[in-house]
Structure formats: structure tokens, C-alpha cells
């Protein structure tokens, strides 16, 4: 870890080092959304840019690993919301329409979700930004997954994965919402993970 600059008062160590970046890009995100660069972030922290760039290769990774480090109020949230539903079934389907729901109104979670400039569907919904977030989600539901039959959470993750991105992608005409949304996912969704456990 440098030492030099960090305005006079250098981190402890490389974990300190990460947390001030990251606090800083989020200070950059409050005031221009996707759009700031590492030298925003440098100059907050009075380091050189090449000190953020030791830590974080380019603006779209300090941009996802902030989006990530945020999102965790969400699923917080998203576990609560979740908590009574024990039946893998309804539990994914109210997932991701709670998640497809609250995306407009969750400006990290947006940044990580919505396609874009350093989304996780930038990369790819298979990416292993996406894969990440998707496998944080399934760990906060009350399911017990292995008694239901679902052994490939992985697997899982990318289905839902998928299913999110093309509702951000075309969220379809009109969208879709509320009883109407979760009417639509029991019907196409839902059955691929009541089969399992017949």
C-alpha cells in the first residue's frame, strides 16, 4: 500500500485503502451519476489517479464494485420482504418482480441492473458481477432450497438473471406490473420450480 498523499492522512491498510475509494465514488455518483471519472475520485482523495487505478482497473470496475457495495440496504430490504415465503416458487417469482419494482426507485441497484455503461448486463448476464448480486439474492430467501429439490442455485441465478434483463431490456407494452406481473411469472416461471420437487 503507498503511503504518500491521501491528503495527509494515509490508510491503515489496503481493506481502508478500497472503503475511501469506494466512499469517494459514491460522492462522485451523488453528484454526476455514471458519469465521473477516476480522476473525480483521485482528486477527492488527494491521490494520483494511478493510486485508484492499483486498486480498481478502470471507472466501470470502481463503478460496480460501489453499485455492489450499496446494494446490500436492498437486499436487506428484499430479505425482509421475502421473509414469510418459504415455497421456492412464489419466492422467486415475488423476487424478481419486487426487484424489477423497486429498480426505478433504487439508484444503486439501477446502476448494477439497468444496461449501461458498467451494469452487470453490460458484461453479460452471465457476468460474474451478475452472478454475484443474483446468488446475494437467493441467499437471503427463507427457502430451503436443497428440501425443494434445487441443487444448482447457479443455474438458478442465471434463470432469474435472464428473466430480469429482458423485463429492464423490454419491460413490454404496456409494462407490466403489480398482480398482472406476478400473474405472468406464476404462469411461465414459477412451474420450472414446482416440477422440481414432483
Not at 443455474?155 to 409494462?175: A, C, K, N, T, Y
Request: hydrophobic fraction near 40%.
Amino acid at each position: 500500500m503507498r503511503t504518500h498523499g491521501w491528503s495527509g492522512a494515509a490508510p491503515t491498510d489496503d481493506e481502508e485503502a478500497v472503503d475511501r475509494i469506494l466512499a469517494a465514488a459514491r460522492r462522485a455518483i451523488d453528484r454526476s451519476g455514471s458519469d465521473f471519472g477516476i480522476a473525480e475520485v483521485a482528486r477527492d482523495l488527494g491521490v494520483t489517479r494511478q493510486t485508484v487505478y492499483r486498486y480498481f482497473p478502470s471507472v466501470e470496475a470502481l463503478l460496480t464494485a460501489t453499485s455492489i457495495a450499496q446494494t446490500g440496504h436492498f437486499l436487506d430490504v428484499l430479505a425482509a420482504h421475502l421473509s414469510e415465503i418459504r415455497d421456492p416458487a412464489t419466492a422467486v417469482v415475488e423476487g424478481i418482480a419486487y426487484t424489477l419494482e423497486r429498480l426505478p426507485h433504487e439508484k444503486y441497484l439501477g446502476l448494477l441492473l439497468a444496461p449501461g455503461r458498467a451494469s452487470a448486463f453490460s458484461a453479460g448476464v452471465t457476468s460474474d458481477t451478475a452472478f454475484e448480486f443474483g446468488r446475494s439474492m437467493l441467499d437471503r430467501y427463507s427457502v430451503d432450497w436443497a428440501a425443494a429439490g434445487i441443487d444448482d442455485l447457479d443455474q438458478l441465478v442465471e434463470h432469474m438473471l435472464r428473466i430480469v434483463q429482458s423485463f429492464v431490456i423490454d419491460p413490454g407494452r404496456p409494462p407490466r406490473s403489480g398482480e398482472e406481473l406476478r400473474a405472468y411469472l406464476t404462469t411461465w416461471v414459477a412451474p420450472a420450480l414446482t416440477s422440481r420437487r414432483s
